[in-house]
């Protein structure tokens, strides 16, 4: 990447939760930045504070695949360059595996039990995968590309925002978890595909809980099914538990979260993975003794597998 000042950003999901306290911390660090928001008028004190040559609000839904690289031209109008991308659009959904719905946007409550969590949502399980997996994937691509053949000189940082879930589980997240496991498994086979001559470090962010203006703003949806009222199954128990929650409960700090993000884009050779936080640092040690455990346990058992030739 060019070794310039002030570099410039491009990101999306910048009016709310991470996306906002993204833009904030390049912004405060000196760096310009072409934020992208459903609503332009989202980044109204910011655009008053830093001035349009430090930072470009676009219009952007990533579900829409042909306004990504819309955006990304703006972004070289605009700037000339773009130094990194922080891909954070997103959202999450709660539920058991059978009760949220692909199409039609419904909720089941029984009434006559402790099932009165759930939500009459307008989202439908193919607009998470809209947003988290194929909205990310569009932007993937189209900064890879920008780095390598719009950059000069060539190079450029992906941030992909993903979470620990990448990695670890919790029952009732079904959904949300394999949007997140798509993207770990994604970002994973990108950086073995790169040339090390274009010069493009990619690293994945994965966070625990945060206490972000997302979540307060925009809590998940959460789907409830008749048949899932055992309170000491951990699925049920998670989900009773996160309509109860209020946001307080979350101790995670969003601003202390992006400052560790914002230091690694200086490091020459950043992790391909930074998990951040606590909870999410135990959640994935206990997920890798699980697997090793396993892994052990059976690993006689591929000892004769082989063709007898």
């Known amino acids: 990447m060019a070794s310039q ?3 410039i950003w491009f990101i999306t999901g910048s009016s709310l939760g991470f996306g906002r306290c993204m833009t904030e911390q390049a912004l405060e660090a000196g760096d310009n930045v072409f934020a992208t928001v459903r609503r332009l008028d989202s980044l109204a004190d910011l655009q008053k504070k830093y001035g349009p040559e430090r930072l470009h609000v676009q219009r952007l839904d990533v579900t829409i695949e042909g306004d990504i690289p ?3 031209e703006k972004a070289k109008e605009v700037f000339g360059r773009i130094d990194l991308v922080y891909n954070n659009a997103g959202y999450s959904m709660i ?3 059978e009760a949220i719905p692909q199409e039609a946007a419904h909720a089941i409550v029984n009434v006559r039990t402790v099932i009165k969590i759930a939500i009459l949502s307008r989202l439908t399980l193919r607009e998470l995968f809209q947003t988290n997996f ?3 994937y569009n932007v993937t691509r189209a900064a890879i590309a920008f780095f390598r053949d719009v950059n000069k000189p060539v190079g450029g940082r992906l941030l992909q925002m993903c979470s620990y879930y990448g990695l670890a589980t919790d029952g009732s997240l079904g959904m949300y978890v394999a949007t997140k ?3 770990d498994g994604l970002t994973d086979c990108l950086t073995k595909e790169l040339d090390p001559a274009w010069n493009i470090k990619v690293t994945l962010i994965e966070p625990g809980r945060f206490r972000t203006d997302f979540f307060v703003q925009k809590k998940s949806e959460i789907y409830g099914h008749p048949a899932y009222t055992n309170p000491e199954v951990p699925g049920v128990a998670f989900r009773l538990g996160a309509s109860r929650r209020s946001s307080t409960a979350i101790k995670g700090d969003p601003v202390k979260m992006t400052r560790a993000v914002l230091k690694i884009t200086y490091l020459e050779n950043p992790p391909k993975r930074l998990i951040l936080g606590q ?4 959640d994935v040690k206990k997920k890798l ?4 455990k396993e892994l052990l346990e059976y690993e006689s058992w591929s000892r004769d597998l082989l063709l007898d030739e």
Not at 279 to 282: F, G, L, P, Q, S
């Open 181 to 183: 496991h798509a993207i």
């Open 279 to 282: 909870d999410a640092i135990a």
């Open 289 to 292: 003794e699980e697997i090793e």
């Open 134 to 136: 194929w909205g990310a």
């Open 5 to 7: 000042s002030p570099r």
């Open 70 to 72: 819309i955006a990304f």
């Open 95 to 97: 539920g058991e595996v």
